[in-house]
């Protein structure tokens, strides 16, 4: 079959690449308002872009035409943290996700604990094996109605790990950190089963 995106119903065309670009990691975003109430909710369209400095991406799509409550507070403040959604916080991530009215704190509606981040003003996820700090250094609107978006790329200026996650050689302990993966709709995988793959060497 082939399909040109343009000329779907575009349900089907974001059922069909939300299908077949899986797993995705999710990144679990906690924000702040002006005021400082706080907002978490999870986003899969979310990726690392480079290393030096650390930088990650997410896609923030429009509901119903407006802004969802995360972008609107990563504009007032420029700040957000990305928290790991271990295996064991799937439940409470998805309580995160629904559609709370902005002055619901998602933390309290998902009976989350909340830590104190080093240089920005949201809160982390403290029951989270990881949580990435960042400043957004730029907001680009991607697409149009009616799931047009916002990329926004942020710098990642402090990492997070839960002390007993680190392995000797700067590896981490990824069964241990047991992260969640997207894939569509309400289905969800695990990163229990983990295989090596070598790649052969070429050339020598
Ligand atoms: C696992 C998961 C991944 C999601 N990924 C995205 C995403 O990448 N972009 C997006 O706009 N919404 C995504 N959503 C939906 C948002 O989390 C949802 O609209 C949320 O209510 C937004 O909250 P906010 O208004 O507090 O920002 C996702 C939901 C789930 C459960």
């Known amino acids: 079959m082939l399909f040109n995106p343009r000329e ?115 809160p982390r996820v403290a029951a989270a094996p990881a949580n990435l700090e960042c400043v957004a250094r730029q907001i680009m609107p991607v697409g149009g109605p009616p799931y047009g978006a916002h990329l926004v790329i942020a710098e990642v200026v402090r990492i997070h790990l839960r002390d007993d996650l680190l392995l000797e050689n700067n590896r981490v302990d990824l069964r241990r950190l047991d992260a969640l993966g997207r894939l569509t709709g309400d289905w969800y995988c695990s990163t229990e089963i983990q295989y090596e793959l070598h790649r052969p060497p070429v050339g020598q």
Not at 30 to 41: E, I, Y
Not at 71 to 85: D, H, Q, S, Y
Not at 102 to 113: H, K, Q, R, S, T
């Open 8 to 122: 779907i119903d575009p349900q089907l065309a974001y059922k069909l690449l939300a299908s077949v670009v899986v797993p995705r990691p999710i990144g679990w975003a906690s924000t702040v308002d002006a005021q400082g109430h706080a907002n978490l909710a999870p986003f899969s369209f979310f990726m690392m872009i480079t290393s030096s400095p650390p930088h990650i991406a997410i896609s923030v799509g429009a509901r119903d035409g407006e802004e969802k409550d995360t972008l609107r507070n990563i504009r007032a403040t420029g700040e957000f943290v990305i928290n790991t959604v271990s295996a064991a916080l799937g439940p409470a991530m998805a309580v995160s996700a629904a559609e709370w009215p902005p002055e619901v704190d998602e933390f309290a509606a998902a009976g989350l604990e909340t830590a104190p981040s080093a240089v920005v003003r949201p």
